[in-house]
């Protein structure tokens, strides 16, 4: 079935065409990166030059009214992406200012990215476990799995091999558990489905998960950002007001040299870090109660006083973690009284503090003498 959409589309696509290259978008190479999943169709129209983009928005709107018309189709999602030119002029040093600040999620009132240096470290782990803790004080809480590669938060927080809807054929409901809201790329297509996308087909992905989905009001959204420095972290500080970012490391050298470019990388681009966490920290054994630094230990803290930053906090490494995290039922929620629980509890703790002072609110009011 989603090989018979997949042709439905890219026959109905042949019927838009592309008045400058005279032929339709399918026939000149346009149409990239098709996906389908029960009803859900996604998407990239390459127009090569950026600077056609305002010309061609009512292009995309028509390719995407006209696959909705589809027989079976429940949404569809198509992104504008284009290779900027070799002579575009390089972007200044410092932060990127943000484009359209506020407009993608204008009802959120605060971004906090959870993001590592290398891979492996569990940092999805930490960002589902921290949005928990966050909803758990009794804030609104959303969570975006920015790891458009490998999405893992619908797994994570039990929601695996749903889909999202839309209520107008234009914007998708996001998926709710455990009291927060939720969005990823993994809800619109098959768990095991390699995205071979270029860069700019997963930032127009990413910018979509943002805009087109009906998030609300919040007051924090906890961005799962993917491993390194790359794409992802730039389009983040270019497109949304960024509250702030969290750091997560395993203990051993390995991890924290890409840590630090991690963090460096943020102060470049002006967002404020609101410290590391050391994942993995040791490990316990539950029969003998013996302590093993498997990855050794103390290496975040270090690195956040060396490097000038905050330290929030050391998670160990529990099979209960892992389980529960592999289950759909993330420690926080299914035994918030634990230690563990009340370890993420306090880093949430230190971030939340740390966003709103980054907010001004626990600066007091501001008094004027006339």
Same mark, same amino acid.
């Given at each position: ?9 890219? =026959?109905?696509?042949? %019927?838009? =065409? ?5 032929? =339709? ?12 999943? =029960? ?31 589809? #027989? ?37 009132? +605060? ?12 940092? +999805? ?26 999405? /893992? ?19 998708? &409901?996001?998926?709710?558990?455990? %009291? ?9 297509? &098959?768990?095991?489905?390699?995205? *071979? ?49 969290? *750091?997560? /490391? ?19 681009? &002006?967002?404020?870090?609101?410290? *590391?966490? #050391?994942?993995? /920290? ?7 109660? #013996? ?13 956040? #006083? ?53 907010? %001004? ?10």
């Amino acid at each position: 079935m989603s090989a018979q959409l997949e042709q439905k589309v890219l =026959d109905t696509l042949k %019927g838009i =065409d592309d008045p400058v290259k005279g032929t =339709d978008i399918v026939s000149a190479g346009m149409v990239l990166g098709l996906q389908t999943k =029960d009803g859900h169709v996604a998407f990239t129209i390459d127009i090569g030059d950026p600077a056609r983009a305002k010309d061609f928005e009512p292009i995309r709107a028509a390719a995407e009214k006209a696959v909705h018309a589809l #027989e079976g189709v429940l949404s569809v999602t198509a992104v504008l992406t284009a290779e900027k030119p070799a002579s575009a002029q390089a972007p200044q040093q410092g932060r990127p200012q943000p484009q359209q600040q506020g407009a993608l999620m204008p009802d959120v009132k +605060s971004i906090i990215a959870v993001s590592s240096g290398k891979g492996g470290v569990g940092k +999805s782990t930490t960002s589902v476990n921290l949005a928990l803790a966050l909803a758990a004080k009794g804030l609104k809480v959303g969570l975006l799995d920015a790891d458009i590669y490998g999405p /893992s938060i619908p797994r994570m927080l039990g929601l695996a091999g749903q889909q999202p809807f839309s209520l107008d054929g234009k914007i998708l &409901e996001p998926m709710e558990n455990h %009291g927060i809201k939720c969005m990823s790329i993994g809800f619109l297509v &098959e768990e095991d489905t390699a995205m *071979i996308w270029r860069g700019p087909m997963v930032m127009g992905a990413l910018e979509q998960l943002m805009r087109d989905v009906n998030w609300g009001a919040l007051d924090v959204l906890v961005v799962d950002m993917p491993p390194g420095t790359g794409d992802v972290q730039l389009t983040m500080a270019q497109k949304v007001p960024l509250t702030g970012s969290v *750091i997560v /490391s395993t203990p051993q050298d390995i991890a924290l040299l890409d840590t630090r470019k991690g963090l460096n990388m943020f102060r470049k681009v &002006e967002i404020p870090v609101f410290g *590391i966490v #050391e994942n993995m /920290s040791y490990f316990s054994c539950p029969h003998c109660g #013996e302590r093993t630094d498997i990855f050794s230990h103390g290496g975040a803290r270090q690195t956040a #006083e060396a490097q000038g930053a905050d330290f929030l906090g050391e998670i160990p490494l529990d099979i209960k973690i892992r389980e529960t995290s592999d289950g759909g039922q993330p420690i926080v929620v299914s035994d918030p009284d634990s230690e563990h629980a009340k370890a993420y509890k306090a880093i949430a703790d230190k971030v939340w503090y740390k966003a709103l002072e980054q907010l %001004g609110a626990s600066k007091g009011p501001k008094i004027v003498f006339d």
